[in-house]
């Protein structure tokens, strides 16, 4: 595809992912050929609509969209394809992970501290059926939801409380263990996230007895929903900060 899957979106390239999938959703509504029969401008809106989500909501094909312009990969040259030779033996998963262990790249730092760091809860979305009344007029719904929410034992730090949470020893506080393997190019050295503390860098003294170290804990929780008079089918109502808790006191 020759168009910008950014402006097909309408989104700038530093768009989120949220941003990414508001955008999808309110083009696949607007055009989809349920509601535009017979109508080939927008069905092939819809199309390009479906093809640009597809690559920009998933992390790796959005990376080698960002820096070759497609997703199936780069060309280097005449003489050096990336369809011509096998990086399986590496272990990577895409470009980026090619380049780092042929530069001796891994873990930077800054994706050492967002692994550290706080992170986002996931977004959460049910359906729910109301009358024809309802929708005309509006209406307030009462929901049940249950969702991994902050523990109330550890306050989501992870560990008993009154304990310490101290740097991991297998990989001295850092999240990530370095390796010098091998390789047709000679010694390669690689990084990879830690198994022990699972990139964190730290490791509870002892692990929460409730949500046994995460932070988080299943609960079910009721939640007031509006709902709009003359509201139209398969609509999307965003009630905010009412997902999952996230890790580390993240939103």
């Known amino acids: ?91 990577g998963s895409g470009f980026a992970d090619i380049f780092e262990t042929f530069f001796g790249g891994g873990a930077s730092h800054s994706q050492q501290q967002s692994k550290r760091g706080p992170k986002r809860g996931s977004d959460i979305e049910t359906m729910i059926k109301i009358t024809f009344k309802d929708a005309v007029f509006g209406a307030e719904k009462n929901l049940e939801i249950t969702k991994p929410d902050v523990c109330d034992k550890c306050l989501g730090k992870g560990a008993e409380p009154g304990t310490k949470i101290n740097d991991c020893r297998t990989c001295n506080g850092s999240g990530v263990i370095k390796q010098v393997r091998s390789t047709i190019l000679g010694q390669i050295s690689t990084s990879a996230v830690c198994g022990e503390c699972n990139g964190e860098g730290r490791i509870p003294e002892r692990r929460c007895g409730q949500c046994h170290g995460t932070g988080r804990a299943r609960k079910t929780s009721k939640i007031k929903v509006k709902i709009p008079a003359g509201i139209d089918d398969n609509s999307t109502i965003r009630i905010k900060d009412k997902g999952e808790a996230g890790i580390k006191g993240g939103i």
């Open 1 to 91: 595809m020759s168009e910008d899957l950014y402006k097909i979106l309408g989104i700038e390239r530093n768009a989120s992912d949220q941003e990414i999938k508001r955008a999808y959703r309110k083009m696949a509504q607007k055009h989809h050929p349920d509601r535009n029969k017979d109508n080939k401008e927008s069905e092939e809106k819809f199309k390009k609509a479906n093809m640009a989500y597809e690559v920009l909501s998933d992390k790796q094909k959005r990376t080698q969209y960002d820096q070759f312009g497609s997703s199936e990969g780069a060309n280097f040259g005449s003489g050096f394809q990336g369809g011509g030779f096998d990086f399986s033996s590496f272990g």
